[in-house]
């Protein structure tokens, strides 16, 4: 039984009328505490689905290990902003530790939140779209790019903690007050994150879907399976590969100030190598390749069991999430979708195999 | 009348000091079936690879058309002054159904902006239902392409070819696995869409090509050794030497 992805998308219906109710009703059984947690997932969820643009349904063999980067460029921008916003103007106080006296030129345009807001789409998606022309221009492509996707963190990191009076160093930014004047930690503003999370989660998924449902998936899995051929179709996939990735990274920036709003703190371990490799095993363990659904999957349960873990067995949890991702990586190959397909696969078949005892005893 | 649609000049296409296509001057004409024959290693393959941009010449020239240089463009922008190649091993999309293989294949601008507006108007859908009729494939239009035989996996590959409307068609041993049924139904095939265009055909099967070809160049280390009609080459002395000589004495 071959299905395409469309079908498979189609099948997914169900799955995400599921989520949506799910998460409709989620703030009348929560706690604030742990809806302010799955608020965080949720913004994981939605850079999940950048990454599954980029690497698992679409465009196929980009897989970037390097998303942390994009992801904290725009946390840092939304930080930015909030530290200003709490200083009232004056300089943060990690700045005048460092002796400085006035704003620095790259803090000025922080001070305006629709510019930050902006800023924190637009920054990473220039840095990607650079880096990405530059790289699939030449054709690099496969494990190349992955490896310089880190070489990308460690970079941006090691540059991040060197630059102390900018950026606040290893410590990052935190200790914010007010958004527009509603405080941050207050039980109905972080309420309202997380329905605006919720929001863009579900407007990124729907732009997500529109944009590969037509001929423009299409070309983009014939670019995952055929790159060389789609040259000589006349296709020329370093354009829709730079593309691809560049909105992977705008995304991944969306989600990374809706992360800062809810968890009220941004540093460069959030950011680092270990976090840009725990995004891509979000994708990969909800699996449902191009589903687009299977990475919102994953990114929530991963981070729930990671959560669940940490709480119950504060001192072996890393070992039960390890134990975890062997399990799926061993029994799931497919990820958690892969689950439910096989599932839905094995209702087909007998469906079949019922239509053909039909139609035997009708001979 | 047919007329030269495709001139290389001096191409010279060297590998690290293996010269592969040696200081060739070659024309294709319109309204033709030319096939390429040669033994191994003469340098046929090449030949289409710098034609499309998949080699880069190391020097000389190939012009379309008698006015556009080739050489420095990139493979898609060859695909889009009017040359289309089929490959040797069929590299259709296998997760791609037939309909969407052709859908991807056919003339029209490739360019991200217009691709994520594409839609479908009246005059795609009834070309791509003429084509699927044509190669025979209308009813497996909504399987996976990785579902179909070899000779229709071929066959469908040259329909992506044809989609894109090219002047001239590079055609890599297009029976090469096929049953004797399969091979007529391509030879007529190609003969059918020779008649507006120039199809270059590289091929091993002396039988096929004595029955479509309209003129043969046969290749050796890297330059033309003689080229004529079928009659012609098999009684060259020159040609025989080189390639059919051991074979037919």
């Known amino acids: 039984m071959q299905n395409t992805i469309y079908q498979k998308l189609l099948s997914n219906k169900v799955i995400f009328s599921l989520i949506f109710l799910i998460l409709l009703v989620a703030p009348m059984l929560l706690s604030d505490f742990r809806l302010n947690l799955l608020g965080k997932f949720l913004a994981f969820a939605i850079l999940a689905i950048g990454l599954d643009l980029l690497w698992g349904g679409y465009t196929g063999g980009v897989l970037s290990l390097g998303h942390g980067i994009y992801f904290g460029l725009g946390a840092y921008c939304m930080a930015m902003y909030l530290k200003l916003e709490a200083t009232g103007g004056a300089i943060p106080d990690f700045m005048a530790w460092s002796g400085m006296s006035e704003l620095p030129l790259i803090w000025i345009p922080f001070q305006y939140p629709i510019l930050a807001i902006l800023l924190g789409v637009i920054i990473p998606a220039v840095v990607a779209f650079f880096l990405g022309y530059l790289t699939f221009r030449n054709r690099i492509s496969g494990v190349y790019f992955t490896i310089l996707s880190q070489a990308l963190v460690i970079v941006v990191v090691t540059l991040f903690i060197g630059s102390q009076n900018l950026t606040g160093g290893t410590s990052g930014l935190t200790n914010f007050e007010t958004l527009f004047g509603f405080h941050i930690n207050a039980s109905s503003t972080q309420t309202a994150f997380y329905w605006i999370t919720v929001f863009i989660l579900g407007a990124v998924f729907f732009f997500s879907r529109m944009l590969v449902k037509g001929r423009f998936g299409k070309v983009l899995i014939g670019i995952r399976d055929g790159e060389n051929r789609m040259r000589f179709l006349g296709y020329n996939p370093s354009a829709y590969k730079t593309f691809i990735y560049t909105l992977s990274a705008a995304i991944a920036g969306l989600a990374g100030m809706l992360f800062v709003l809810q968890v009220g703190i941004i540093s460069p371990t959030m950011i680092g190598i270990i976090p840009s490799i725990e995004m891509v095993l979000w994708v990969a363990l909800g699996g449902g390749r191009g589903t687009l659904i299977g990475p919102i999957i994953g990114a929530v349960f991963v981070n729930t069991a990671k959560t669940g873990f940490s709480e119950s067995y504060p001192e072996y949890w890393t070992y039960f999430l390890g134990i975890l991702f062997v399990l799926v990586v061993v029994f799931l190959p497919n990820g958690l979708t892969g689950l439910f397909e096989k599932w839905n696969e094995r209702r087909k078949n007998k469906n079949v195999s019922n239509s053909i005892r039909v139609e035997k005893s009708v001979s | ?249």
Request: hydrophobic share 40%; with cysteine.
């Open chain 2, 1 to 249: 009348m047919s007329q030269t649609v495709l001139e290389l000049k001096k191409v010279l296409v060297d590998f690290n000091g293996f010269k592969a296509i040696n200081k060739l001057y070659f024309t294709v004409n319109s309204n033709s079936v030319h096939f390429v024959i040669g033994p191994n290693g003469a340098g046929k393959t090449t030949l289409l690879d710098v034609i499309c941009g998949k080699t880069k010449a190391t020097d000389g020239q190939i012009t379309l058309q008698k006015q556009r240089e080739l050489t420095k463009l990139r493979e898609d922008q060859i695909v889009h002054q009017g040359i289309s190649r089929k490959f040797q091993t069929p590299s259709i999309f296998q997760e791609l159904t037939v309909l969407e293989n052709l859908e991807v294949a056919m003339k029209q601008k490739k360019n991200l902006f217009s691709m994520i507006k594409a839609k479908w108007t009246n005059e795609q859908e009834s070309r791509i239902n003429e084509m699927l009729h044509l190669i025979g494939l209308y009813l497996a239009k909504d399987q996976p392409a990785g579902s179909l035989a070899h000779g229709q996996k071929q066959w469908l590959e040259i329909a992506m070819v044809l989609m894109q409307e090219p002047d001239i068609i590079l055609l890599d041993e297009p029976i090469a696995g096929m049953s004797k049924k399969e091979r007529n139904k391509t030879g007529e095939l190609i003969t059918k869409i020779a008649k507006n265009r120039a199809v270059l055909i590289v091929e091993h099967d002396m039988d096929f090509v004595k029955k479509y070809a309209d003129i043969v160049s046969v290749m050796h280390e890297g330059q033309l050794l003689f080229e004529g009609t079928m009659e012609q080459v098999q009684s060259d002395p020159k040609v025989r030497e080189v390639y059919l000589g051991r074979k037919v004495d």
